[in-house]
């Protein structure tokens, strides 16, 4: 085989590996591929199971393929699908599963492990990196309980698209080098309703620089005795290979203590970014929380089209929506006391030194939420009620979470329908004149317009810009019309606001556009690029990739529909909520 016209780049057959999890942590001392529970180990080595099918390659991140430092050329291989589907071997590649445990919905689950993902390694790059490379759906594993090891379709594209739509839009995630379909097919009962279908398989091939979970820790301390002393090997690993500025901190409790306090950093950090962007994860289960503060998992995830608090794509969680919008952030927060329960467990840290690092996650979700939703704003500074009254309003009109911040950064400051320079210098802050505006608002409820059409009309009569009308439900406005003059009174005040900071208006706008994407990947339209995958055209996949490669611009070229809230017909289960069938 030719190497890569470009010295840098590799080939699939020179990619550099170095696979220190294998190396230097105690793996599972049974060989054969069977179910079992695995003790006194980290990891078995397993090889993926070939399908015996043909794979194809659906889609490609060509900056995955830069990590790597592998040439995007290797990607169009035939052998590149082979190779990441699991049907052939990866030269330099030790293949094993994860043994680590976790809590489900709030319940110990005991085991669980990677039950159909396989790391094929480590790799290196020139900048001295280290990625895994994970297949996800390429066999059974002896963790893979009762299911068989493999992955569909519409879960491999979602996984593919979210991954790398998540890094455009700046939050941190593991990646995706690939999808693969297999060409075989997988039985599945999406809705565990007894209605079990054949559907088309598929492979992710995730990327990151760990996999390590919460719930590695957790595991060999429910299990107890020798195999506690797990927990202080993988975290030094971890530690060593990714918080290697740690190894300054004198070792002992003190450096445990000082890791956990950024692991807990990180993870609010992660919840704050979630929240500003309206997306639920859907399984915040321990087993589903990265070690690295990583987006990881991404089963029936779901960006919010209307707002609403209690919204959660997952429908295992209806009943509790333990998961929730609303309550994803104390979710967390409950996962990252488990990991420090599990090293106060090892004693690796005390009880002061854990509650200490576990105070951080509040005060980095508040920082980094709060920074959010003022740049949104187009403020220097969050403005508490401003928000509030914003989110209730929006709650009340069902408005369209992403298309609503947005249409608020093409807004001008002042114009005809505002007095805004007379609200500043009348304001003596915005929750007195918020105060002022709920009053305005407290009129009895006016009688349901005549139509949605009249509610529109209504809302343009009012100064409500066409943007910002187009984001709200026209259904809400007509039944609640009180609800326009409450949008009308809060840009009052909202203008004020920008008045009293003074930005430039090009400022100003730039500001909350670079904090408000234009384009994420709405559950409908990942189903059209599902449904047309499954039929074997893989062209709106890649029309949707190119839009969410560059989320914050405008993008007018781009076709309306990826801007658009979902279609009537598109609202339905298994689109806009999933079960975790996968």
Not at 342 to 359: P, Q, R, T
């Amino acid at each position: 085989m030719a190497a890569a016209a470009d010295t840098k780049l590799r080939t699939l057959e020179d990619m550099r590996f170095n696979n220190t999890f294998v190396h230097e942590l105690p793996g599972d001392k049974e060989t054969s591929n069977t179910l079992r529970q695995v003790e006194d180990a980290l990891y078995s080595l397993v090889q993926p199971t070939p399908t015996g099918s043909e794979p194809t390659t659906v889609a490609y991140s060509r900056d995955v393929a830069g990590l790597l430092d592998l040439d995007p050329a290797e990607c169009e291989r035939p052998e590149f699908a082979m190779v990441m589907s699991g049907a052939a071997p990866l030269p330099g590649s030790q293949s094993y599963a994860q043994c680590y445990g976790g809590h489900q919905f709030g319940s110990w689950a005991g085991q669980l492990g990677d039950g159909r993902a396989i790391t094929l390694g480590e790799v290196v790059n020139s900048q001295g990196q280290r990625w895994e490379l994970q297949l996800k759906g390429a066999g059974k594993t002896p963790y893979s309980r009762r299911a068989d090891g493999r992955a569909v379709m519409r879960s491999s594209i979602r996984e593919y698209v979210a991954s790398e739509a998540m890094e455009a839009l700046g939050v941190p995630t593991t990646r995706a080098l690939c999808c693969i379909a297999t060409g075989d097919g997988v039985y599945r009962d999406m809705f565990y309703n007894g209605n079990v279908k054949i559907e088309p398989g598929a492979v992710v091939c995730r990327v990151a620089p760990s996999f390590v979970r919460f719930g590695t820790f957790q595991l060999p301390v429910s299990r107890g005795g020798m195999q506690v002393g797990l927990v202080k090997l993988v975290a030094d690993y971890v530690i060593r290979h990714h918080y290697p500025h740690l190894m300054e901190v004198p070792e002992g409790s003190a450096r445990y203590a000082a890791w956990l306090r950024e692991v807990v950093e990180r993870t609010g950090r992660l919840a704050g970014l979630w929240q500003g962007l309206g997306f639920v994860h859907g399984v915040l289960n321990t087993d589903n929380m990265s070690i690295l503060g990583l987006t990881i998992d991404y089963g029936p995830y779901g960006f919010m089209d209307s707002f609403d608090p209690g919204f959660t794509p997952n429908m295992t969680d209806f009943q509790g929506r333990r998961y929730c919008y609303s309550n994803q952030p104390q979710a967390v927060q409950w996962n990252c006391v488990q990991l420090a329960n599990a090293l106060f467990s090892a004693n690796l840290v005390g009880k002061e030194e854990a509650e200490a690092a576990l105070a951080r996650y509040a005060e980095e979700l508040y920082s980094t939420y709060n920074g959010k939703m003022a740049a949104k704003l187009g403020l220097q500074s969050h403005d508490q009620a401003l928000t509030t009254e914003l989110l209730t309003l929006m709650a009340g009109s069902e408005a369209d979470w992403t298309n609503t911040f947005r249409a608020l950064a093409h807004i001008p400051s002042a114009d005809s329908s505002s007095s805004s320079s007379s609200s500043a210098a009348n304001n003596n802050g915005s929750s007195s004149s918020l105060a002022a505006a709920d009053q305005e608002q407290d009129e009895p409820n006016l009688p349901p317009l005549a139509s949605p059409e009249a509610a529109v009309a209504a809302a343009v009569a009012a100064g409500l810009p066409q943007r910002l009308i187009d984001a709200l439900s026209a259904e809400q406005l007509q039944q609640q019309p009180q609800l326009i003059e409450g949008w009308a009174a809060w840009l009052r005040v909202w203008k004020g606001r920008l008045a009293e900071e003074g930005l430039p208006e090009g400022q100003r706008m730039a500001m909350q556009a670079a904090a408000s994407p234009k384009f994420v990947p709405r559950q409908h339209l990942l189903q059209y690029a599902i449904e047309a995958a499954e039929a074997g055209d893989y062209s709106e996949l890649d029309r949707l990739m190119q839009v969410l490669e560059r989320p914050y611009d405008e993008q007018p070229e781009a076709d309306a529909k990826y801007s658009s809230k979902p279609p009537p017909e598109m609202v339905r289960p298994g689109v806009c909520v999933l079960s975790c069938s996968s």
